[in-house]
């Protein structure tokens, strides 16, 4: 009984063949075996062979021509005006592109003054870093470009920067002034220059925009790292801004040379307010960054953080555990986790 | 003075009509027929729509034929039809290549037939469509004719017994030929269940064609 339940099942099958040649043969000689079984098989041969007489239906040739319209519209002949050259007018119209073109070459060559001297004007009000900025222009000259050059004062500029602006071409300059100066040029509307020290919030909110636009600014990234680490690991310099977007970077950088650059720079940043928010992305990039050599570098800078005298937190202590004991953990990782606890006074 | 000599010897050629232009290179139909399914679709995801008639020639047929026979409403076939076609332009980077072309077509299909089915008074309709569009066969007698209308007639009836699932199960298997991994893939499920659904289809359209009681019953009942 049990087989002709088993077999009954599989008559489906074996009208479509999609039993295997064991099973099939199994099917075929029980149905040869049991009548009842056999007048099933003849049902259900009858019924699927019936099923081919619904027949094959034409799509309306409409059809096509519905869809194909509303993949490419028509464009409606009356609104298209044909274009035809005027043969009359070619010869002068050549003449005049030619005419335009060597008179604005003569123009633009001329233009462009002479790259010796430099004019710094600061603005009557203060301006904000924009995409659409509207600055007032200080005159800078480029020995590299016809481009106007505008130069700006960090104290003259609001140090908010709004509507993210698409910035490129980021370079930086350490001024020779006595007090310290710094420069960031880069194109926005124009090339642009804004002068201040380091600590001077504008310059700040500058830098910390370059180091987390890195989606925008890949080339620039590892420049801009290696700036913060010269300018503002001096013990004078440390600002908090600057570490929560190194912290960020090393959060979201794809680049593990990148990521590798932050957590260098982390470590040599003096204390300053954002201790916290170094010591979290160092101890995420140890848990998770996919990069062992990024993991070496993050457990070794943790373990700077522990030698210098902080104090020891629960959440580094845990994480250094972990890793100490993580089986599947690069060895040099591993190793570098256990010394950093072993430093660590009772 | 060469230079522009050739320059203005170029300028006289003919000037190409921007309005007949797609948005990427146009390519011979002649072309597109030696292309497979995978190598039609990576030209439409790189955004370029001339491989929009091919692949229709090649499955509209099969695509109009599933959705008229699951839904027996030939309005709403060519609804499904056109709509499968626009929708596999519109998200054709959704299609990564590990199926077959068909069997992403017949799913998009699958879905419009269950979501026009599921809205309230969409059910199939008792029409007589099929014998409306079918060109009689005029080398066969008028009776066979008229036997195989009806004949036609009881399989469209019989199949509008069957569940939605087991349906376009029994469509998609008897008349496209799909396998049952294809059909589960179709329609979300197990094999097991599609195989299920099979087993069941035809057991059901095997008492309203046959007219016959379960085989499968009376073997059990003799034993």
Known sequence: MSDCIVMREQMPLLLTESLDPVRRETTHQHIEQCAACGEEWAGYRETWSFLEQLPELEVPPRMKQQFLNRVNPPVEAANVVPFHRRPALRWLAQAAAVVVIAGGSYFVGHRTPSPTTTVVDKPATPALVTSAMPLRPNYQPAAFSIAESRVLDANSISPVIEGRPDIQNISFTQLNAPDDQIGVSFDITSHMTVTGRPTDKTMVRLMRYVLENEDRMAPTQTRAIDWVRSTYSQPGNADPEITRALANVLRNDSHEGVRIKAVETLTNLPAGGATNDSRDALIQALKTDPNPAVRLKAVEALSNLLKKGGQADPATLDTLRAKAAQDDENMYVRVKAAEALSSVKP | ?223
């Open chain 2, 1 to 223: 003075m060469k230079a522009l000599r050739r320059l203005l010897r170029n300028s006289k050629q003919p000037v190409r009509n921007l309005s007949t232009m797609s948005a990427s290179k146009q390519r011979e139909p002649r072309e597109m027929k030696s292309l497979s399914d995978h190598e039609l679709m990576r030209i439409v995801q790189a955004g370029d729509f001339s491989p929009a008639a091919e692949i229709y020639d090649r499955y509209s047929a099969r695509i109009y034929n599933f959705t008229y026979r699951f839904l027996r409403n030939s309005e709403a076939a060519e609804d499904a039809t056109q709509e499968v076609f626009v929708k596999m332009l519109k998200h054709a980077n959704q299609f990564n290549g590990e199926a077959k072309l068909s069997t992403w077509l017949f799913s998009i299909a699958a879905n419009w037939c269950r979501d026009y089915l599921r809205k309230g008074d969409n059910k199939p309709k008792d029409s007589d469509d099929v014998l409306v569009q079918l060109p009689a066969d005029q080398s066969e007698s008028p009776h066979h004719r008229l036997e195989q209308r009806e004949n036609q007639l009881r399989i469209q009836k019989a199949l509008q017994i069957l569940t939605p699932d087991q349906r376009e199960a029994i469509l998609l298997s008897r008349y496209q030929g799909l396998s049952y991994a294809e059909i589960a893939q179709i329609s979300g499920c197990s094999e097991g269940a599609v195989k299920t659904r099979v087993f069941r289809a035809m057991e059901t359209l095997k008492k309203a064609l046959t007219g016959e009681a379960s085989g499968g019953e009376r073997c059990l009942t003799a034993l």
